[in-house]
Nanobody, 124 residues
Framework: QVQLVESGGGLVQAGGSLRLSCAAS????????MGWFRQAPGKEREFVAA????????FYADSVKGRFTISKENAKNTVYLQMNSLKPEDTAIYYC?????????????????WGQGTQVTVSS
């Protein structure tokens, strides 16, 4: 059974920073791509960032490019999302996801397993 547990969410003022973590268990995730999505109230879940199996290739949504950084520690089966210069529009529940056979990384359907989510709230 694959389990993903996110942590690190919270309340922060605009311009501040947070680091999200996602610990994976049940499989060896060195062969998996890992990613982050977010979902704001009343909106669809949207792609934020992804990192390839080796941890070298990274992909970002235009809305977070230059502000967010995704990284991965295969030895710990953990993926991180460093979020800087946060804006109120970044407020959402952030979900971690993994996939063994990535297709279009921006599509929810391309991902195999999901965490329960962690709330990020950015006040203005």
């Amino acid at each position: 059974q694959v389990q993903l547990v996110e942590s690190g969410g919270g309340l922060v003022q605009a311009g501040g920073s947070l680091r999200l973590s996602c610990a994976a268990s049940g499989r060896t995730f060195s062969s998996y791509a890992m990613g982050w999505f977010r979902q704001a109230p009343g909106k669809e879940r949207e792609f934020v960032a992804a990192i390839g199996r080796s941890g070298i290739l990274t992909f970002y949504a235009d809305s977070v490019k230059g502000r967010f950084t995704i990284s991965k520690e295969n030895a710990k089966n953990t993926v991180y999302l460093q979020m800087n210069s946060l804006k109120p529009e970044d407020t959402a529940i952030y979900y971690c996801a993994v996939t063994q056979a990535p297709g279009n990384l921006m599509k929810v359907s391309s991902w195999d397993y999901w965490g329960q989510g962690t709330q990020v709230t950015v006040s203005s």
